[in-house]
């Protein structure tokens, strides 16, 4: 299972889109529609952005803000989503290339780039949420000596997947991620 399959499917849900819906006013097929092509963008996007010391440090910092602690669904997360974190989210994620990705995005969903916003800031404190339960899965796993549920080789630079979620050990510059990323979220 890749992290992207398994981020996909939350977000994708009926339930997270029911919630999606209730709270832009857009169908489901649009926001399914939108999500199967922001996702990828948004994945690949973080794993560009943790290449460096400074991308992973705010990555780390990121992820220890958005924790899911009781254990609440999707729905539930993005039902709760505090919007101007989620700009934010987005914002850091996509960088000088926010207006870019969200108008090519609406293109693609004959949605205006209003539409799209909203609907990722709506997900985005959940996705954040989604990747550091998929990096405490990792570490679980890894700690028990059984090899991680997640395929994170599917289309990603493994580098650079290292790097975002910490869930497998880097002997090189930097030491343990893993370490580093449980520290954070403590």
């Known amino acids: 299972m890749s992290l992207l399959n398994t981020l996909l499917g939350s977000m994708t849900s009926q339930s997270s889109v029911q919630s999606l819906s209730g709270k832009t006013g857009l169908s489901g097929k649009q ?3 939108l999500l199967a092509l922001a996702m990828p963008l948004l994945i690949k996007a973080m794993t560009k952005n943790a290449s460096s ?4 440090s705010s990555l780390l910092g ?3 803000q958005h924790t899911n602690p009781g254990k609440k669904s999707t729905a539930e997360q993005i039902e709760e989503a505090d919007t101007e974190d989620g700009q934010k989210i987005i914002g850091h994620i996509l960088g000088k290339d ?11 969903t004959d949605l ?3 539409q799209v916003t909203s609907v990722l800031s709506q997900m985005a404190p959940a996705m954040m ?3 550091n339960d998929a990096a405490s899965q990792a ?9 991680s549920g997640f395929d994170l080789s599917d289309g990603f630079d493994m580098k650079d997947v290292k790097g975002i ?4 050990s880097s002997g090189k510059g930097g030491g343990d991620l893993l370490s580093m990323l449980m520290k954070a979220s403590k």
């Open 139 to 147: 570490k679980k796993e890894k700690a028990s000596g059984k090899k």
């Open 165 to 168: 979620l910490g869930s497998i």
């Open 112 to 114: 205006s780039a209003d």
């Open 31 to 33: 926001i399914s529609g």
């Open 53 to 56: 010391g400074q991308g992973i």
């Open 98 to 108: 926010t207006d870019k990705v969200v108008n090519q995005l609406a293109g693609q």
């Open 129 to 131: 949420s989604g990747v």
């Open 62 to 64: 990121a992820l220890s």
